[in-house]
């Protein structure tokens, strides 16, 4: 059988915050406990808040720069530039994966330096507290380039089998490399 239910009530994440404190404290006031086999999903948001992931937005261009390997498009959009860029953790999205939505006036969030390292620490945590065998999902919402709509996808896990579909083929479709400019790449799971 599958649940899902989100806790309510975490407070506003700082950095050095404890979040496996704050995720078994949500619980506690819903009146449930983690159990072996329990897959706890964590925004993004709150690891960065937590890790001190934090800029001040004046310096948005120079942690753009930071995060980015490579352009994959830009396009002006009535005076406000969108750019679809390649971040360091090979995620393909908007803005390279900085937000400031959420977050105190006047500061953006940068993704955390290894989501999966992440997940790691808080599941460890969260076992230690539990005694129970609970796995990590770290989360970050993406859009879609161009169009509306939004997206969750898992950045980083520990805890769950995981799997990477890199390098490999549609039965129909056999995955090809990208070339530098992006001709010739097939569309591939990640």
Known sequence: MLSIWAPSGITEVNAGDDLAALVLEACAREGT???SGDI???TSKIVSKAEGRVRPQIEREAAFAEETVRVVAARD?????TRIV??????????AGIDASNTAPGTVLLLSLDPDASARALAAALRAATGQQVGVI??????RPWRDGQ?????GAAGIQVFDFVATSDHFLP????????????????
């Open 151 to 155: 997206t969750d996808v898992a950045i």
């Open 175 to 190: 995955w090809r490399p990208p070339t530098a400019d992006g001709a010739g790449a097939t569309p591939r799971s990640r």
């Open 33 to 35: 406990s983690l159990e």
């Open 77 to 81: 959009r009535g005076g406000s530039l």
């Open 138 to 143: 770290l989360s970050d919402t993406l859009g």
């Open 86 to 95: 390649e971040n360091r953790l090979g995620i393909v999205g908007a803005a």
């Open 40 to 42: 706890v999903i964590v």
